[in-house]
């Protein structure tokens, strides 16, 4: 049974950092690729990160880019997200998500989401 | 960027009503389009991808068609179940999301 697991929401002051993580389970990390995806309070869903199952491709929503960093470990069956100099817009909950394949694709397993909340 | 565009925003049905919600792509995205069901407090859950094909597990009541720029989600009979909010994706180029589409009780 596939399981992803966030951890490490919280919440923090606008500038501030925070490191999410992904806890996969229930299938082989190393033969999909994965992707966060967030959803700001009351509004709709907004990819902003994508990582190959080889950790080699990465790309970023423009909302992100420069201040987002996803990565993986696949020994530790594991996917990240630090996020640098967080604005107040960044608040919202945080879905790890699968894709079916190798390649970029849909998404068909979610996490149960990891609230982040950037606030003074 | 490839905008979707859902409509309608809200949509109000009785329970074994077909309800049918439409999703416009700026361009092209070929078949490359996928829909997701979310239900309050909850991930989002995927039913259809490629544009027509149900995910394991989605009753057959729940259908998609189209390509190119136009696509449609159809629930044929309304059940209980069904009332959530749903989501149109497209997956040709990056990924993008439409604004959802809520389903709610007449």
């Known amino acids: 049974q596939v399981q992803l697991v966030e951890s490490g929401a919280d919440l923090v002051k606008p500038g501030g950092s925070l490191r999410l993580s992904c806890a996969a389970s229930?299938?082989?990390?190393?033969?999909?690729?994965m992707a966060w995806i967030r959803q700001a309070p009351g509004t709709g869903l907004e990819w902003i990160s994508f990582i190959s199952h080889s950790g080699r491709t990465i790309y970023y929503a423009e909302s992100v880019k420069g201040r987002f960093i996803v990565s993986r470990d696949n020994a530790k069956n594991s996917l990240y997200l630090q996020m640098n100099s967080l604005r107040d817009e960044d608040t919202a909950i945080y879905y790890c998500?699968?894709?079916?394949?190798?390649?970029?694709?849909?998404?068909?397993?979610w996490g149960r989401g990891s609230l982040v909340t950037v606030s003074s | 960027d490839i905008q979707m565009t859902q409509s309608p925003s809200t949509l109000s049905a009785s329970l074994g009503d077909r309800v049918t919600i439409t999703c416009r792509a700026s361009?092209?995205?070929?078949?490359?389009v996928a829909w997701y069901q979310q239900k309050p407090g909850e991930a989002p859950k995927l039913l259809i991808y490629?544009?027509?094909t149900l995910e394991s597990g989605v009753p057959s009541r729940i259908s998609g068609s189209g390509s190119g720029t136009e696509f449609t989600l159809t629930i044929s009979s309304l059940q209980p179940d069904d009332f959530a909010t749903y989501y149109c994706q497209q997956y040709n180029k990056m990924w993008t999301f439409g604004q959802g589409t809520r389903v709610e009780i007449k």
């Open positions: 361009q092209s995205v070929s078949s490359w």
């Open positions: 490629k544009a027509s």
């Open positions: 229930g299938f082989d990390f190393s033969d999909h690729s």
């Open positions: 998500v699968r894709s079916p394949l190798r390649v970029a694709a849909y998404f068909d397993s």
